[in-house]
C-alpha cells in the first residue's frame, strides 16, 4: 500500500474545488494499492481556499522554521500545513507506506517543483520533505 495525493486519484480538493485525475493513480486506489491523501485538508483547511505559495524556500525551509506558507491574501497558514502533512505522516506510518505518489508543484504535494512568486522553480512541498525525511520514496506521477 502506497500513499497518493487524492486529487490525482480524482478527488476535488485542490484549492479550487478541481482534481488532477490521473487513470493509473485512481486505478490503484481502487485496487486498494494505494491510499489517497490530502495535506492540505487534513491539516484544517478548507476547500475551495486561496491558493498558497512557500515564500523564501520550499518544504524544506518551512520545516527548518525558515520559510512559511503564504495565501494570495498574505495570510499565514504555515501551521495548518504543517499539522496536514503531521497528519499524512501518521496515515503512512499506520499502513506501512514505504511509498508516496504527490502531486507536483503543490505547496505541499510537489516532490520536484514548486511554484513561487507564480514561476515554476526547483523544491519539495511540505508534506513531501516531511515524508522523505522520515524514508518514505516521494515521486511525481509518471
Ligand atoms: S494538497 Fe496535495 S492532495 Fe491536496 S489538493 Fe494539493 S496537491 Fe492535491
Redesign the pocket.
Known amino acids: 500500500m502506497i500513499i497518493v ?4 486519484a480524482g ?1 476535488n ?3 479550487d474545488c478541481t ?2 485525475y490521473n487513470k493509473l493513480i485512481a486505478e490503484m486506489v481502487i485496487n486498494k494499492k494505494a491510499f ?6 487534513m491539516g484544517g483547511l478548507p ?1 475551495p481556499r486561496p491558493s498558497c505559495e512557500i515564500k523564501n524556500g520550499d518544504g524544506n525551509d518551512v520545516l527548518n522554521d525558515k520559510a512559511k506558507v503564504i495565501t494570495i491574501y498574505g495570510d499565514d497558514i504555515t501551521a495548518k500545513i504543517i499539522k ?1 502533512s503531521e497528519e499524512v505522516l501518521k496515515l503512512a506510518k499506520m499502513i506501512g507506506a514505504k511509498e508516496a505518489v ?2 507536483e ?6 516532490v520536484t517543483k514548486i511554484y513561487r512568486n507564480g514561476e515554476i522553480v526547483s523544491g519539495m ?1 511540505v ?1 513531501a520533505a516531511m515524508l522523505k525525511r522520515e524514508g518514505i520514496d516521494v515521486t511525481p506521477p509518471e
Do not use: D, H, I
Not at 489517497?36 to 485538508?41: S, Y
Not at 508543484?105 to 510537489?110: E, L, N, R, V, W
Open positions: 495525493s487524492a486529487c490525482l478527488f480538493c485542490r484549492y482534481n488532477s489517497p491523501v490530502c495535506p492540505e485538508q476547500t496536514g504527490l502531486k508543484k503543490s505547496p505541499s504535494c510537489g512541498g508534506c
